[in-house]
């Protein structure tokens, strides 16, 4: 049996074969689905990309309804118990695991670029003190791109490669002194000495000691959730830099458009919505009432559901974990007890199962980023951190795809058909 739809069009009688490759169906096939000679042809109709593939990809598998999450086919889990973010990254952008050599040299190019121009610092006092570190952020990242005027060279593949890992190395220190710059505190420089995650705490919160020591479960905890943050196929921020950068900018611009969407509260802001309604919520006796507004349309449960996922996040599993180990150094942060009680019953209350709402990788995550002392506005930063990684691999494999050219979707036109203009006097 051949692999292809057979479509009728009623209008004329005529019907058409149509390929299916992969599950999907070649947009463009539908434009010879004509009334006459005139006609444009069909268009397929699809807000926000429900179900619509936009590009292949080889770095990124979901399979929301069994709950599976592999990078380049490797599973989540085994990554976040037994890999390394830098390694990770080198595996979201090489395709394979590095082995001890490649790892060695990967690690020690991205440890020898986390410092910044001094006009860095400049450009980061020019922001009003409480501005949002998001905001900096993303100008920040636009900012780098006029130091390397060599970046816009996207085809060449040496030049790609010494601006990942630039990126890759300099996110931890701008979004440090995002950090400083909130507190008001000197900017601390990097200290080569130190793990990717030691080195970015050592940035955050070191004072007058001379030397900063990392508590290792928390260093841990930061590495795992940067492996669990790194990417996570074609969401928002990640579409938003393939986009951009099929115009062939350069990654540091591209970057910005994803991190500008990242820093929208539907996506990067998940897990800040989370901390607030367990805070609004207070106490276990006030859970029933919650629960009954948010059946009743009233309220929102935040941190369950997914686009993707209708199970379980395995992302999810892995922070839950994580936040007790982080809480045995931190204490444990009070809204625990809230955050676990509303995961018992909405895994058991036939609402919420006949709904999918499982709790997704924002539920836990937002405690423990509160309990190692980030302030709720740092939270999408320390998302784009890791996502960075993502991001680099699918912008390059955005220009390696042959099939990919700049983008720019069709629209269906609603507006007022041909008009004269009519001058002021007679308006």
């Known amino acids: 049996m051949a692999d292809t739809l057979t479509v009728k069009d009623n209008r004329t009688g005529k019907q058409y074969e149509i390929p299916i490759s992969d599950g999907t169906i070649p947009a463009s096939a539908l434009r010879e689905i004509k009334v006459d000679d005139e006609d444009f042809g069909l268009m397929s109709y699809d807000p926000a990309y429900k179900n619509t593939a936009s590009c292949r990809s080889a770095i990124t598998f979901i399979d929301g ?41 990967w690690v020690d190019k991205i440890t020898h670029h986390t410092y910044v121009h001094q006009y860095m610092i400049q450009a980061m006092e020019g922001f009003k003190w409480d501005a949002h570190a998001m905001g900096k952020l993303v100008s920040l990242l636009g900012t780098l791109s006029t130091f390397y005027e060599d970046s816009k060279n996207v085809r060449n593949a040496a030049v790609r490669d010494e601006h990942i890992i630039k990126i890759i190395a300099k996110m931890p220190t701008i979004a440090a002194w995002c950090f400083r710059h909130m507190q008001g505190r000197p900017y601390i420089y990097p200290d080569n000495g130190l793990s990717y995650a030691g080195n970015f705490m050592n940035m955050l919160f070191r004072m007058a000691e001379p030397q900063y020591k990392p508590d290792p479960a928390i260093e841990k905890a930061l590495d795992v959730l940067f492996i669990l943050h790194a990417d996570h196929e074609q969401n928002c921020s990640t579409s938003a830099a393939r986009a951009v950068g099929s115009a062939e900018t350069d990654p540091y611009c591209s970057l910005a458009a994803a991190a500008a969407a990242l ?61 007790h180990e982080v809480f045995a150094v931190t204490g444990k942060n009070p809204l625990l007890e809230i955050a676990l009680e509303l995961e018992k019953i909405a895994l058991n209350d036939e609402f919420f199962v006949e709904r999918k709402l499982y709790p ?65 006097d007679k308006r």
Do not use: C
Not at 81 to 94: A, G, R
Not at 272 to 290: K, T
């Open 263 to 323: 820093y929208g509260p539907l996506h990067g802001g998940a897990n800040e919505a989370v901390l607030r309604m367990l805070e609004e919520i207070g106490n276990l006796g006030n859970i029933p009432g919650f629960i009954e507004g948010v059946k009743n349309r009233e309220r929102r449960l935040m941190g369950f559901g997914h686009r993707v996922y209708k199970n379980y996040d395995p992302r999810a599993r892995i922070i839950k974990k994580l936040a």
């Open 360 to 424: 997704n990788v924002d539920f836990y995550s937002g405690l423990i980023y509160q309990s190692i002392g980030f302030p709720v506005e740092f939270f999408p930063v320390l998302f784009a951190i890791p996502r960075a990684a993502g991001w680099l691999a699918q912008w390059q494999e955005m220009l390696m795809d042959p099939e990919q050219k700049i983008a720019r979707p069709m629209q269906i036109y609603t507006g007022a058909g041909e008009r004269a203009y009519v001058p002021m």
């Open 65 to 105: 309804e069994k709950g599976i999450l592999r990078y380049r086919g490797y599973p989540i889990e085994q990554l976040a118990e037994q890999s390394s973010f830098l390694e990770v990254s080198y595996l979201l952008l090489k395709g394979e695991l590095p082995n001890q050599s490649e790892l060695d040299t």
